[in-house]
T-cell receptor, first 111, second 107 residues
Framework: DAGVTQSPTHLIKTRGQQVTLRCSPI?????VSWYQQVLGQGPQFIFQ???????GRGNFPDRFSARQFPNYSSELNVNALLLGDSALYLC??????????FGPGTRLLVL | GENVEQHPSTLSVQEGDSAVIKCTYS??????FPWYKQELGKRPQLIID?????GEKKDQRIAVTLNKTAKHFSLHITETQPEDSAVYFC??????FGQGTELSVKP
């Protein structure tokens, strides 16, 4: 039984570039959430999608966007990258709005 | 919006001792409170959760208590072992996380 998967595992970008991160939820899970985790801090909520609809948005600028596809996979896009966007980006899936299971994360470094 | 405060930020105990981590939340409508363990370089893993209609839940050496009136909940780990060393996060309403507690269990 496959868990949540994310790609790529690591990414290096330069300031001003754009990045797309991908997430595949556990089979049968319809909700996907995205988090940013800076070293030494707790995960910060970015977006939640359920049944392809945005259900929640955290306190992040409009440079961050996301979508969920008919197969419930999801993409997180970040435009005009800043040095401060360097972080571990976590995706989590859940059957409904309760127990979440996290993917391994994508580690983004912005130079 | 919801805000979660977690204390302490670091906790060091001797093997076999108990460890307690406390969280407070602001939104009285919150009804789901999970706890996660994150080892260095790994993903957060759910270790226990509690819903607002329950005051206490226990799973072997781990227990969580919830006081809805005071809007705080706590994680209790008994008979700590070196492998319990990790960062622990509480969360409220599934999505809002505390700042984390780095637990170190010394043999």
């Amino acid at each position: 039984d496959a868990g949540v998967t994310q790609s790529p595992t690591h990414l290096i970008k330069t300031r001003g570039q754009q990045v797309t991160l991908r997430c595949s939820p556990i089979s049968g899970h319809k909700s996907v959430s995205w988090y940013q985790q800076v070293l030494g801090q707790g995960p910060q909520f970015i977006f939640q999608y359920y049944e392809k609809e945005e259900r929640g948005r955290g306190n992040f600028p409009d440079r961050f966007s996301a979508r969920q596809f008919p197969n419930y996979s999801s993409e997180l896009n970040v435009n005009a990258l800043l040095l401060g966007d360097s972080a571990l980006y976590l995706c989590a899936s859940s059957f409904r709005e309760e127990t979440q299971y996290f993917g391994p994360g994508t580690r983004l470094l912005v130079l | 919006g919801e805000n979660v405060e977690q204390h302490p930020s670091t906790l060091s105990v001797q093997e076999g001792d108990s460890a307690v981590i406390k969280c407070t939340y602001s939104d009285s409508a919150s009804n789901y409170f999970p706890w996660y363990k994150q080892e260095l370089g790994k993903r957060p893993q759910l270790i226990i959760d509690i819903r607002s209609n329950v005051g206490e839940k226990k799973d072997q050496r781990i227990a969580v208590t919830l006081n809805k009136t005071a809007k705080h909940f706590s994680l209790h780990i008994t008979e700590t072992q070196p492998e319990d060393s990790a960062v622990y996060f509480c969360a409220a309403s599934q999505l809002i996380f505390g700042q984390g507690t780095e637990l170190s269990v010394k043999p």
